[in-house]
């Protein structure tokens, strides 16, 4: 058996994991068409799995095997890329401990004397799922740009408008919901422009009192209040010749803005305490869930400011609006955290993915990678389950085909029409651009009468309309 580690062809090979090679087993998978490499120890697996992306691999379990030997063999069988099939003696697969460690690391099991054909099967079986969920032609796709990730259509004219509020100083606004990725897009920018090898910093207007706000942002000299006692710096100075991101600038005092609008205008600050003027070459983008027009229309908020600010305007789309990039967005969330669960994690499950599709996110994409960490830790199972995820349950009705829409929507017009104008059918069809004809069928084919409820519409003159009555007089024409 190959215990070198030279590179191996990964395509027909199955990785053998226990404390001695068994030279039966190796003639046996190559004259079933595999080449099986052995590794003595869970180390050595790992680095061959990371080198040659080996898809299958069967793991010998002692007949003694004890916690212990199981918890080392965790941290190898963890790797999604591997799907793994347990060798185990008679009787053993009644062991708690081994039986839990097969559900939830293993693809498949074979029970001693597994020279046969079960096992040449689970292991053909593990390497076709592996190749399902790895194509081998296909590159795997790009998640994003400016490092956000998201692929619809929103997000590429995002993408595009990031690029152009790059080339410019101008003051840059992104609106957006709370958990959007408003500093994401602010950084992005930063990363653009000729600032991006200055400092980028970043304060949340709202995190902080608004007694101390002015203070952060100006600085302020030794005894220029109690228990100032030294110098310090101010955001603002802090990012001379780099870009000030100001987040939450909707919850900004009224006192701060004025001299928020002052900076602006004459890019000079002066520290608290101070007597004199210090020039400032920052950069500056703001961000607020707030509505910033009602803000200033209700005299919350200044609009001279307002109009310095948002010289540039982008619009961070919420995560309900941003179709498969929810599913992206899951994946990626997945990768990042599956080393926090006890389990093996395929991925996330049919059941999943749809509710996840069907939830409105309130909290956008901080509350999507929130939603799948959680799940991450209390999964129970190899997929995380929509139940997992801890979503409320979405009511499902009937399925609605496309016709069933077109004809209420139909139907729905006609009565309205009918409703303004009194059931006078001249009237009606006029303003649904049909004739009189026309009308009558339709009416006829949703089973709509030609009077309201409780009796006859009276016209102009109290009696019934002509029009009407004539085509009560009139033969049918459906």
């Known amino acids: 058996m190959n215990t ?14 226990s404390s001695l090679p068994d030279q039966d087993l190796t003639r046996f998978l190559a004259a079933s068409g595999w080449h099986a490499v052995h590794a003595r120890s869970t180390a050595v697996a790992e680095r061959m ?23 080392a063999l965790v941290s190898c069988m963890r790797r999604v890329e591997t799907n793994w099939v347990a060798q185990i003696a008679p009787g053993q697969s009644e062991n708690e401990l081994v039986s839990r460690f ?19 099967f689970a292991l053909g079986h593990a390497h076709g799922l592996s190749s399902l969920r790895h194509p081998p032609a296909a590159p795997e796709p790009s998640l994003g740009r400016h490092g956000m990730v998201g692929q619809c259509e929103a997000m590429q004219q995002l993408y595009r408008r990031i690029d152009k509020c790059g080339v410019t100083d101008a003051p840059v606004f992104v609106a957006g919901e709370s958990g959007t990725g408003k500093e994401l897009t602010a950084r992005a920018i930063h990363d653009r422009s000729s600032r991006a090898g200055r400092a980028f910093v970043a304060i949340n207007c709202a995190a ?75 950069r500056v983008i703001s961000a607020t869930h707030v509505d910033l027009d009602k803000a ?101 009705g009937p399925a609605v085909t496309l016709a069933e829409i077109r004809s209420k929507a139909e139907k729905d017009a006609i009565e309205h029409a009918l409703q303004r104008h009194g059931y006078k059918l001249s009237e009606a069809a006029a303003e649904l ?25 009276p016209n102009a003159n109290g009696g019934t309309d002509a029009d009407e009555e004539a085509e009560r007089q009139a033969p049918s024409l459906v």
């Open 4 to 17: 070198t580690c030279t590179p191996v062809d990964t395509e027909r090979t199955v990785l053998y994991v």
């Open 433 to 457: 651009g049909i004739s009189r004809a026309t009308l009558y069928r339709l009416m006829h084919a949703n089973r709509l009468h030609q009077e309201p409820a409780g009796g006859r519409a």
């Open 208 to 282: 902080i009192p608004p007694s101390l706000l002015q203070a952060e942002l100006f600085g302020h000299e030794r005894g220029a209040f109690t228990g100032a006692l030294q110098r310090k710096i101010g955001r603002i100075e802090s990012a001379n010749e780099g870009t000030l991101f100001l987040d939450e600038i909707g919850d900004m005092p009224h006192e701060c803005q004025a001299v928020l609008l002052r900076f602006l205008q004459e890019g000079t600050i002066e520290r608290l305490g101070g007597n004199g003027q210090i020039n400032v070459d920052a």
């Open 102 to 120: 097969i559900l939830d690391y293993c693809f498949d099991f074979v029970t001693r004397p597994w020279l046969n054909e079960r096992l040449v």
């Open 49 to 71: 799995i990371e080198r040659d992306n080996i898809k299958v691999g069967l793991v010998e379990l002692p007949s003694d095997c004890t916690s212990q030997h199981l918890s």
């Open 296 to 396: 200033v229309e209700d005299g919350r908020f200044r609009s001279d400011l307002y109009h310095r600010l948002c010289v540039l305007r982008l619009v961070e789309p919420p995560l309900r609006e941003r179709g498969g990039d929810i599913k992206l967005l899951a994946n990626y969330a997945l990768s990042m955290y599956k080393q926090d669960g006890a389990r093996k994690l395929r991925g996330l499950s049919s059941d999943a993915i749809v509710a996840m599709s069907n939830y409105p996110w309130p909290g956008n994409v901080r509350e999507l990678i929130n939603c799948v960490r959680r799940a991450v830790v209390m999964s129970e199972g190899r997929f995380i389950t929509a139940s997992d995820l801890g979503l409320p349950e979405t009511e499902n």
